[in-house]
Each structure stands twice: as C-alpha cells, then as structure tokens.
C-alpha cells in the first residue's frame, strides 16, 4: 500500500521560505511531484522530479522553487523561496508508479 505524508507547511511572510517534505513507503516511483491548490481553483502542478533526476515546474515557480528526491529514502522535499501570497494553497505530494497516489497535503499560507 502506498502512503504519502507531507509536512513543512505553515504560516509565512511575502518573501520568506518554507521546505515541504514527503515521505513515501510501499514502492519506488518513478516520478514524484508536488501539486496546489487554492480554494476555488483547480489543483495544478506545481514541480516534478524523475527517478532520473529530470524536474519540470510551473512558470510561476521558476526560479524560486526547487524539488529534490531522495531515492533511497523514498521522500521528496520542495524548497519554496521568495514565496507570494499567490503561492497560498494546499500543497499535495503525489507518487506516480502505474497511477498517481496522493498525499494529504499541507497548507501553505503566504501573508503580504
């Protein structure tokens, strides 16, 4: 069974940074990936990372935000900076091996 636990979110400034985590158990993924949603908005991907190393992310988080993965740890980590208070969302770590599973996810709330 495939279980996804994130933790890191919380309350932050405009301009301030948290570092989400994930941790995985059940099955090596082949890709691991962080998705947001705001109320009334569609979840929409937000980073991307490869069991080979390659990452995508959204335009509007390019070049402030980085995703990491520890293979052997099963976790993925999401280094948020210089977050906007347009970053507020759920934050939702999502595995993909055949299918995508999903975290819980954790809420990130950025005050201007």
């Known amino acids: 069974q495939v279980q996804l636990a994130e933790s890191g979110g919380g309350l932050v400034q405009a301009g301030g940074s948290l570092r989400l985590s994930c941790v995985a158990s059940?099955?090596?993924?082949?890709?691991m990936a962080w998705y947001r949603q705001a109320p009334g908005k569609q979840r929409e991907l937000v980073a991307r990372?490869?069991?080979?190393?390659?990452?995508n992310y959204a335009d509007s988080v390019k070049g402030r935000f980085t995703i990491a993965r520890d293979n052997a740890k099963n976790t993925v980590y999401l280094q948020m900076n210089s977050l906007k208070p347009e970053d507020t969302a759920v934050y939702y770590c999502?595995?993909?091996?055949?299918?995508?599973?999903w975290g819980q996810g954790t809420q990130v709330t950025v005050s201007s």
């Open positions: 999502a595995a993909e091996y055949g299918r995508i599973y």
């Open positions: 059940g099955s090596i993924f082949i890709a």
């Open positions: 990372i490869t069991n080979g190393g390659n990452t």
